[in-house]
């Protein structure tokens, strides 16, 4: 057998092992990706669901915040409704600013301060928001491990014939948060 | 973002370090296996009884379960309404970090440390002593955890599982070696090569063992930093955890709960917490061989190094 000969079978069999390879490289990473999207979608809903248990147990002992309440309920709800992400973005940044009012309100309340379901309710709040901010962490590492393997040579010759393209990263620009930010010194 | 790159930067450059370390761990049992088959006149077959050697304890350590550790140390499985926020902090950084919620487990001790198990992420478990939760704020106890989280997302209890494998497989062979010594057939023809193989086999029986166990210190002290950065690429709050260290140290009560076999496993080694908050307020960052853990103050520094590249 000569050596051409088992080249000319050894690198075909290389590259198609090697394509094989790589194809399957790309669709975990999508995939991954797709996934990664859905856990964000899964914390949104968890927080949608505790807030109407909020407002009841705050009516119970702050009767004279009734607006507060309601703007939580109405951002609640049109958070809930809200489907391409630009609404979704917009109505989460109504519904945080409406529940830190009402966070903030029920600071004068001692007895809601203590009432042990308030206080849960505050935990599964605020770790339902660190939810959702890590599963968006996570979306976004996700991303960019996944734009760079598409882009870089050479899976990004794989990803040009088969189709794969970048994914979007998931920005919620709160203005508030960027001020926050600026007054740290 | 900066942090990023940085932070994959040196998540990367540990785990190629501690694979080279495997590598030469690797190396160290062939060669083993190599020269003492050699001095018997049959280097293939030494090489397969030191894979035979190391494929018989890992078939035994990967099954033994992370269950054995979890009953021996006494620690109880919690749900979530035993401790919601403990509970809800495990959750957060099992998304952060994109795994299967690890079980978690609760011991009662006054000592304040943490530690995961598990082959891999979806068969983990992650365990927290009551100390900790005492003197830790939720920011801090998130740090603990995602370093912790960091463990079963590294594969380290495999990875160690392995390590130790290695260093058993290249003890019990040089200790065979001594013991089939005197049966060793050798020929007048070849005397002298015979000679160096012996002198190159004898060294190689006393050195290898040692040489195993000084890799496989390294190899943990490196995963522990890996652990490090993976906490503060989860939490993006390295100062958490830079924090969350020198509480727990301060706190030396030894976790009498921890014997040599399992030290490794914390965050903390639990044998040395006296030594330990000595060493952190001298600020030394040189680590002795046969240490599992980097020094706290190195940890420490490089904690803050992230913090501060963050910007």
């Not at chain 2, 494929?55 to 350590?61: E, S, V």
């Amino acid at each position: 057998m000569a050596i051409a000969t088992i080249v000319l079978i050894a690198v075909p069999v290389v590259v198609v092992l090697w394509v094989i390879g790589s194809y399957n490289g790309l669709i975990k990473w999508k995939n991954q990706v797709k996934n990664a999207w859905a856990q964000i979608d899964v914390q949104l809903k968890r927080r949608y669901d505790l807030i109407p248990n909020l407002v009841e147990t705050v009516k119970g002992y702050a009767k004279h915040e009734k607006e507060t309440l309601e703007n939580v309920t109405k951002a609640r709800n049109m958070a809930a409704q809200a489907t391409s992400p630009k609404d979704v973005a917009a109505a989460e940044n109504v519904l945080s600013g409406a529940l830190k009012s009402l966070f903030a309100v029920s600071e004068a309340y001692p007895d809601l301060k203590a009432n042990q379901n308030f206080l849960a309710l505050q935990e599964e709040l605020s770790s339902t928001e660190n939810k959702i901010s890590f599963a968006r962490q996570f979306y976004n590492d996700t991303v960019a491990r996944f734009n760079t393997m598409i882009q870089s040579f050479p899976k990004n010759i794989m990803a040009g014939m088969f189709g794969f393209q970048a994914a979007q990263m998931f920005e919620i620009e709160a203005p508030e948060e960027r001020k926050a930010v600026k007054v740290q010194f | 973002m900066d942090t990023p790159t940085h932070l994959y930067d040196q998540i990367a450059g540990n785990k190629r370090k501690s694979a080279l370390l495997m590598i030469s761990a690797v190396l160290l049992l062939a060669a083993v296996g190599f020269i003492f088959g050699l001095y018997y006149k049959s280097p293939i077959s030494g090489m397969l009884t030191a894979s035979g050697f190391a494929a018989f304890y890992l078939l035994i350590t990967y099954y033994a379960g992370d269950k054995i550790v979890m009953l021996s140390m006494g620690a109880r499985e919690i749900s979530k309404p035993d401790n919601p926020q403990l509970f809800n902090v495990v959750e957060e950084m099992s998304i952060a970090a994109g795994i299967p919620m690890p079980k978690v487990y609760v011991i009662q001790s006054s000592a304040s440390n943490a530690f995961a198990t598990g082959m891999s992420p979806d068969k983990a478990s992650i365990c927290v002593t009551t100390g900790i939760l005492q003197i830790l704020n939720r920011e801090e106890l998130q740090a603990v955890v995602g370093h912790e989280m960091g463990h079963v997302k590294n594969f380290d209890s495999r990875f160690s599982v392995l390590m130790a494998v290695m260093v058993g497989a290249i003890a019990l062979m040089c200790d065979a070696f001594w013991r089939m010594n005197r049966r060793s057939r050798s020929s007048d023809k070849d005397g002298q090569a015979q000679a160096i193989i012996l002198v190159i086999a004898i060294v190689l029986a006393i050195l290898a063992p040692l040489a195993a166990r000084l890799i496989q210190f390294s190899v943990s002290r490196k995963r522990e930093l890996l652990a490090d950065e993976t906490s503060a690429e989860l939490t993006r709050n390295p100062e958490a955890l830079a924090r969350a260290l020198e509480k727990i140290v301060s706190d030396h009560d030894p976790l009498d709960l921890a014997n040599r076999g399992t030290q490794h496993l914390f965050i903390t080694n639990p044998l040395k917490s006296g030594k330990d908050l000595q060493q952190l307020q001298a600020g030394e960052e040189k680590a002795g061989w046969f240490d599992t853990h980097p020094p706290i103050a190195l940890r420490v520094r490089l904690l803050r190094k992230m913090a501060h590249t963050a910007g």
